[in-house]
Every structure is written in C-alpha cells, then in structure tokens.
C-alpha cells in the first residue's frame, strides 16, 4: 500500500466583495474537512471585488475536490491552482528584535543580508520588517532567533500569477 502525497497547494480565488463571502467560503472549508494552512484576502484591482490567497494541504484529489467547491460558491468569480512555476508568492513578516547594545549592528548587518528593511527601531528594539518567500523567512527568524527576537506577526501567503 503506497502513502498518498500530501503537499500544500497554493488557490487564488477572485470574489464579489459581499456580506458573508469570506463566511461561507470557510465555512465550506470546514464542512468539507479541507486543511486550510493559509488564509489571506484583500481589495484588487477591481471595485467590488476581493483576491484571495489560500494554502491547501492536501493530495491531488483532495485539491481537485477544493477547487471544485469553490467553483460552486455564489461570490466565487474565478479560481486558479497556482503552480510555483508559474507564479509569484511572497509573506510579509515583522520581526522585533532585543539585541544586546552590542548585537545591534549584527541585526541590522542581517537584515541587509536577506533584503530585510528596518523601519523602525528605538533604544531597546529594532523591528525587521521582510517580504519573501516562506523559507526565506524561516531562515531570517532562525539568524535573528539568538539575538532575542520577542516578537513575529506574519501576513499569511499571497501570490499572483505571471504570464501564460
């Protein structure tokens, strides 16, 4: 008996910006016992209408089952399985930092290191705000863990697809 493979997918769903869609687009997520690693949602480009980024765990016919409710849902206009290859994802993290007087200029040296800005920073605190992908950031929070990180909020996964 063979294990099924079971990999994150990554959704794009265009809505009408209603009352109760992102509701009911969950709540389909949790009747249908889908793994919902990711949820991010936002304005787009056009008035009335929302994008949604979704992070699906789940085999290939579990993904294939997702797309095709969602498909079903009154506000869902468009939805795309988006494959690395054809598409751009990045998180947004800030990160706050408590070095040490003298760890201060290592923080900054690697934030510089992975194209991580800091935007604000006080006597105590330096906050490193970074927009990549996922195991860039991972490895950016590890660099950062030994000089006291006390803080981490992330934004989820966006992505957007580039070309045909």
Do not use: W
Request: net charge negative; charged share 25%; aromatic share 4%.
């Amino acid at each position: 008996m063979s294990a099924v493979a079971t990999q994150q997918h990554t959704i794009v769903v265009l809505v009408q910006n209603e009352t109760g869609t992102i509701n009911r687009l969950v709540s389909m997520f949790r009747r249908r016992g889908f793994s919902l690693a990711c949820f991010s949602a936002g304005d787009c480009e056009i008035p009335g209408f929302s994008r949604l980024t979704l992070v699906v765990n789940g085999d290939d016919e579990a993904l294939r089952q997702c797309l095709r409710q969602l498909d079903k849902l009154i506000d869902v206009v468009e939805v795309q399985d988006l494959k690395p290859a054809q598409s751009v994802s990045r998180e947004l993290a800030l990160i706050r930092v408590e070095p040490a007087e003298s760890d201060r200029d290592a923080v900054y040296a690697l934030a510089s290191e992975f194209m991580a800005r800091t935007p604000k920073a006080t006597g105590t605190s330096i906050v490193v705000e970074i927009a990549a992908e996922l195991d860039t950031i991972e490895r950016c929070i590890a660099a950062l863990k030994p000089h006291n990180v006390v803080e981490i909020v992330r934004t989820g996964t966006i992505a957007i697809r580039v070309g045909d």
